[in-house]
T-cell receptor, first 115, second 113 residues
Framework: NAGVTQTPKFQVLKTGQSMTLQCAQD?????MSWYRQDPGMGLRLIHY???????DQGEVPNGYNVSRSTTEDFPLRLLSAAPSQTSVYFC??????????????FGEGSRLTVL | TQLLEQSPQFLSIQEGENLTVYCNSS?????LQWYRQEPGEGPVLLVT?????EVKKLKRLTFQFGDARKDSSLHITAAQPGDTGLYLC?????????????FGKGTKLSVKP
């Protein structure tokens, strides 16, 4: 079972470059989300989606775009990378839209460094 | 504003010791989850509690949800090196943004042989 797959695992960018972090899940989950994890800051929600064609902003959305054209895929785009976006990014999915008792499944993370 | 406060932030103990990690808030949560994250990996769910006062046990780990559903604790008995990792609590909210979990900053546990 693949679960949640993120690519790439590591990436180095120069300031101003753009890139896309890919996320795919094969569990037919409605809810998908992107978090960033920084030392001492915990997991902070960037964007989320409750179904194909539906996206919304989380706690720290500035500098990032998302789209959800299919149930399976939820890419995260960095428009013009900044050093402040150096972080570890996690994609997570859940079967249900509402955060009841459902488990959030995480990918292995993408470590991004912006020089 | 950090809605979920975890303490302690760091914990280093010897194998065989007991420990308790706390997750506190002034807000009421519909549910509370605990995740464990190992280096280089994503968090993995350990348990979900939904009823005030609920206690769940997972081998040597005991989880409790506060009566008012504002806080939770994780107690580990006779810790082992395999328990080493980052422990995260996450709360499900009522009302708007019901799909999103609020995560605490985590407790980094190191268990030395």
């Amino acid at each position: 079972n693949a679960g949640v797959t993120q690519t790439p695992k590591f990436q180095v960018l120069k300031t101003g470059q753009s890139m896309t972090l890919q996320c795919a899940q094969d569990m037919n989950h409605e809810y998908m989300s992107w978090y960033r994890q920084d030392p001492g800051m915990g997991l902070r929600l960037i964007h989320y989606s409750v179904g194909a064609g539906i996206t919304d902003q989380g706690e720290v959305p500035n500098g990032y775009n998302v789209s959800r054209s299919t149930t399976e895929d939820f890419p995260l785009r960095l428009l013009s990378a900044a050093p402040s976006q150096t972080s570890v990014y996690f994609c997570a999915s859940r079967l249900d839209r509402v955060a009841g008792t459902g488990e959030l499944f995480f990918g292995e993370g993408s470590r991004l460094t912006v020089l | 504003t950090q809605l979920l406060e975890q303490s302690p932030q760091f914990l280093s103990i010897q194998e065989g010791e007991n420990l308790t990690v706390y997750c506190n808030s002034s807000s009421v949560f519909s549910s509370l989850q605990w995740y464990r994250q190992e280096p280089g990996e994503g968090p993995v769910l350990l348990v979900t509690v939904v009823t005030g006062g609920e206690v769940k046990k997972l081998k040597r780990l005991t989880f409790q949800f506060g009566d008012a559903r504002k806080d939770s604790s994780l107690h580990i008995t006779a810790a082992q090196p395999g328990d080493t990792g980052l422990y995260l609590c996450a709360g499900g909210r009522y009302g708007g943004s019901q799909g999103n979990l609020i995560f605490g900053k985590g407790t980094k546990l190191s268990v030395k042989p």
